[in-house]
């Protein structure tokens, strides 16, 4: 009887600690997070504005940063609908996934940038001038034994009437998607989604931890359980413009 007690109490504790999707059980495990922030520049303010970013890799800003937890910041632009737009990716250890985002403002290298920023729509509703965007997909991959070879963000569009299909897939990644991102020796692949007007923009980010960055590639190594994925999920994306296939590369301003 004792035995039954213990083992029903165990079980309910568990779920007590469970969420019902991948993302939320993620967020409950404690780990480390990643996180990209949006934002654009006021008029005639962008080239100050990339310059300005740089400031976020001092050793002060470092310590700043460290305080409110946040490590491995990294900036990227690239211009949308006719905009500059800047993607700030960091990883992030602090309990609420959610507070990211203030812990960043809150620093003084940001609010810094402050008069430079025209923020997302969405941002001001949540009182802040970054956005958050929506974090959907994310595969640790290779490990690292040294620092990154390379760090890099790419974006393209999600077809609206695609994008239940295209999540679904992202919580259901094959394994040997998973496999082959290891391979290359890539690290930290993280995908983001966010609105922007009528159209839904989706970014990555990833670290190539290998030692030849000539392998620094997506379609580098030849594997058919991911040319079956990419059946999938390509005709899901609409590529912008300037795409190399299906993504563009997103303008590195610091890391």
């Known amino acids: 009887m004792k035995r039954k007690v213990f083992t029903s109490i165990l079980v309910l504790s568990s779920l007590s600690a469970l969420g019902f999707s991948p993302y939320e059980n993620y967020l409950l495990t404690g780990r480390q997070t990643h996180v990209a922030l949006m934002v654009s520049a006021t008029d005639e303010k962008a080239e100050e504005l990339a310059t300005t970013l740089k400031t976020l890799n001092t050793k002060q800003a470092g310590k700043a940063f460290k305080k409110v937890k946040i490590s491995n910041v990294s900036s990227h632009t690239k211009e949308l609908q006719g905009k500059p737009w800047f993607m700030v990716y960091f990883d992030y250890d602090g309990e609420t996934y959610q507070e990211a985002v203030s812990a960043f403002e809150s620093t003084k290298a940001v609010k810094e940038l402050i008069p430079l920023l025209e923020p997302h729509p969405r941002a001001k509703e949540y009182g802040n001038h970054w956005l958050q965007l929506e974090w959907i997909n994310y595969i640790k ?30 919580q259901n990644t094959w394994p040997g998607t998973v496999d082959r991102m290891t391979r290359m020796k890539y690290h930290d692949f993280s995908i983001f989604l966010v609105e922007l007007g009528d159209e839904i923009y989706e970014f990555f980010y990833v670290e190539f931890v290998g030692m030849d960055a000539s392998k620094d590639k997506m379609g580098s190594l030849s594997d058919p359980t991911y040319e079956r994925w990419i059946k999938y999920t390509d005709p899901c994306q609409d590529p912008l413009p300037d795409a190399d296939g299906i993504w563009s590369m997103m303008n590195k301003v610091s890391e």
């Open 141 to 170: 991959g290779a490990k690292p034994t040294k620092n990154p070879t390379n760090k890099f963000a790419m974006v393209t569009r999600l077809k609206p009437e695609k994008e239940d299909e295209y999540r679904w897939l992202h």
